[in-house]
């Protein structure tokens, strides 16, 4: 194996353990000899990729590797990202697609990209929607903790205000998103269309984006669904793991 390709594999491996890495890491998870990865180790040490910490003896990213994190989430917009993402996804699919952000109680649509079905633009740039009510908002929503939810929402979705979601429901439905990390709407925000999203935060900003893809109801079964959250959590999962969302790790 390469001196590169060795590199690589030991950066997996960190990335994986969520931890730095010792001599026996390597032999007992990439099945190098001791020998080898006792001489890896320490030749990139000396080049300045890896630091040895003096008491657990194991190496960690040193300062030239996170120079150039730093550089990446610097020139990476979270929103740019997303966008880039979902572009091929609607090239793909072609389905309409969505950015949007959490505004108050509403999500608020960033960025529409049109996709070559039927269904094209329903909603504008700009345009506002009750965020409890699409599938973007709950992907959103799901990420936020329960007092800021039962603050926010409780109040505005009890029984007597006669509204199609309760917040008993809702909180619900946040508890299947943190499990899958996706939403999906069918008939709710808009007639005849429906929905899966995913959103991705930057915990360095602060910023949290969510992304969908729009398409009409009549193509929404199980099969479709199910296809386009792998697509948009595969898409989510490697912003995220780019930007150090932590919510992608797990």
């Not at 001489?39 to 960690?60: H, I, N």
């Not at 991705?200 to 099969?223: I, K, N, Q, R």
Request: charged share 20%; aromatic share 6%.
């Amino acid at each position: 194996m390469s001196i590169l390709n060795s590199t690589a594999a030991i950066l997996r491996l960190m990335s994986t353990l969520k931890r730095g890495v010792t001599v026996t890491d390597l032999v007992e998870h990439l099945q190098f000899p001791k020998s080898t990865a006792s001489r890896v180790l320490k030749q990139l040490a000396e080049a300045g990729f890896l630091d040895r910490d003096a008491s657990s003896l194991a190496y960690q990213p040193g300062l030239m590797l996170l120079e150039v994190t730093h550089l990446v989430r610097r020139n990476s917009s979270l929103t740019d990202l997303i966008e880039q993402a979902l572009r091929d996804l609607c090239r793909l699919t072609g389905h309409t697609g969505y950015l949007s952000v959490l505004d108050g109680s509403d999500v608020l649509v960033l960025r529409v990209i049109p996709g070559v079905h039927a269904l094209r633009v329903i909603r504008n740039a700009g345009s506002r929607s009750p965020a409890w009510g699409t599938s973007t908002g709950r992907a959103l929503l799901a990420r936020l903790p329960d007092t800021q939810l039962d603050a926010q929402f409780r109040a505005a979705l009890s029984p007597a205000n006669d509204l199609p979601m309760h917040f008993t429901q809702l909180m619900e439905q946040l508890a299947g998103v943190r499990r899958c990390h996706w939403a999906s709407a069918v008939n709710e925000a808009v007639a005849g269309a429906a929905s899966v999203s995913c959103a991705v935060g930057d915990p360095h900003s602060g910023e949290t984006v969510a992304f969908c893809l729009t398409f009409p109801a009549s193509m929404a079964d199980d099969a479709e669904i199910q296809r386009l959250a792998r697509l948009l959590c595969t898409a989510a999962t490697q912003i995220g793991k780019k930007i150090g969302d932590p919510y992608w790790f797990r």
